[in-house]
């Protein structure tokens, strides 16, 4: 098997021949630092963030990129939007959607909104979303030329993140949930709409899959209660899966935190699998028991500790013990529990790409 088609089987909560191995994604720094292994120096590109590099320095970054998951044979990667973003000053940048968003140096990873364009009723009825656009598109395009057998995820917005993005402040938002609902699904009917053309757009790029981005929990549970979800992301949620099956393909929901209250309303909604599994609040095998049978489960090798301060031997016997409680019968792919972000030891990205290989065999992994 390929890649592609180990991913494929995956979804389909099927076995491969191998465990597959993915990514969500991976920082600037964390692509410097595992490329060092694989590219020479001249050819590194610069430790900036993409929205400060020129367009010789971002050909630089997807060079690297592309080399190491070609060296480390990944089974798939993940394209992420390439919509514009422009620098505010040396702490801000503001996208396409009028977004601002706060990023410091480079060993922040992702930019978090802080304010946004939408307060209330009134800027919701001037707001005018912005158009999906081919160059959105761009990385998917290159990714699809450049690893014809690796399956291709995109990254795409979210009901729930886009629409408290628009208004700068997650809590606000979620206060909108009792004080004013019509606002908040009228939010979400935008934005849903929008996802709809981004999704539809994917497709006619020969997207191979999709994970929709925006967490929901936090290590203690759901970000709101599971009523909260059914009636104000739930519905949104539906329609976009039903979208991405009715263009043949499947699609991911990622959430960090402990999603395990919420989790049977996403497989209702109709969502393929669930990623990361975070091993700070969810065991994966009791998540791949009580699931398996109806969504793939993906990641868990953990990204907040062991990857950023253990060693590569603690890494691949976490990788050990993920694959041997997650993916006997199929249906899991390994990634982190977020991604590959700018704390990650390179060192241990590499144990770990090395120990799923290792153990990561069908059909051993059948019986165990």
Same mark, same amino acid.
């Given at each position: ?10 979804? $389909?909560?099927?076995?491969? #021949?191998?465990?597959? @191995?993915?990514?969500?994604?991976? $920082? ?11 590219v ?14 020129? &367009? ?6 997807? +060079? ?14 993940? &394209? ?8 505010i #000053? ?9 977004i ?6 480079? %060993?922040?990873?992702?930019?978090? /909104?802080?304010?946004?364009?939408v307060?209330?009723m ?5 707001? %005018?979303?912005?158009?999906? %656009? ?13 690893? /014809?057998n ?29 004080l004013?609902?019509? =606002?908040?699904? !009228? ?9 709809f ?24 549970? /759901? ?5 909260? +979800?059914?009636e104000? @992301?739930? /519905?949104?949620?539906?329609? @976009?899966?039903? *979208? ?10 990622? !959430? ?6 919420l989790?049977?309303?996403?497989? $209702? ?18 998540? *791949? ?8 489960v ?8 062991? =990857? ?5 031997? &603690?890494?691949?016997?976490?990788v050990?013990?993920t694959? &041997? ?35 990561? *065999? ?7």
């Open positions: 098997m390929n890649g592609k088609q180990r991913i494929h089987t995956a979804l $389909n909560r099927e076995q491969p #021949d191998v465990v597959p @191995i993915w990514e969500m994604a991976f $920082n600037e720094e964390s692509i410097i630092g595992i490329g060092k292994y694989f020479d120096d001249d050819k590194l590109p610069p430790k900036k963030k993409t929205v400060d590099m020129t &367009a010789e320095e971002k050909a630089a970054m997807m +060079y690297t990129y592309v080399t190491f998951v070609n060296e480390l044979d990944l089974d798939g990667v993940t &394209a992420l939007s390439t919509a514009p973003r422009v620098r #000053d040396k702490d801000y940048i503001r996208d396409d959607y009028g601002v968003y706060h990023q410091g140096g480079e %060993k922040v990873g992702e930019p978090y /909104p802080v304010d946004g364009p307060k209330d009134s800027d919701l009825k001037k707001y %005018k979303m912005r158009t999906v %656009k081919d160059d959105d598109f761009a990385m998917l395009d290159l990714f699809k030329s450049a690893f /014809p690796r399956s291709i995820a995109l990254h795409m917005p979210a009901t729930f993140k886009l629409s408290w993005s628009l208004m700068g402040s997650m809590e606000e938002f979620l206060m909108k949930y009792l004013e609902p019509e =606002l908040a699904h !009228s939010l979400a009917r935008m934005v849903t709409d929008y996802c053309d981004v999704v539809e757009k994917a497709v006619e790029k020969n997207v191979d899959w999709i994970i929709m981005e925006g967490d929901l929990a936090y290590n203690p549970g /759901p970000l709101m209660s599971p009523a909260h +979800y059914d104000f @992301i739930g /519905p949104y949620h539906k329609e @976009i899966c039903d *979208k991405a099956h009715e263009c043949g393909v499947k699609i991911v929901k990622h !959430s960090d935190g402990n999603l395990t209250p989790v049977p309303a996403l497989l $209702n909604a109709g969502f393929d699998g669930i990623h990361p599994i975070q091993p700070q609040c969810m065991d994966i095998g009791k998540t *791949k028991k009580e699931f398996g049978d109806r969504a793939c993906l990641g868990n090798i953990d990204c907040s500790f062991l =990857l950023v301060f253990d060693t590569p031997e &603690a890494t691949r016997q976490s050990k013990e694959i &041997a409680a997650a993916a006997p019968g199929g249906g899991y792919i390994l990634s982190s529990s977020n991604s590959i972000h700018p704390g990650c030891k390179p060192e241990n990205y590499l144990a770990m790409v090395e120990a799923a290989r290792k153990y990561g *065999k069908y059909p051993e992994l059948a019986g165990k």
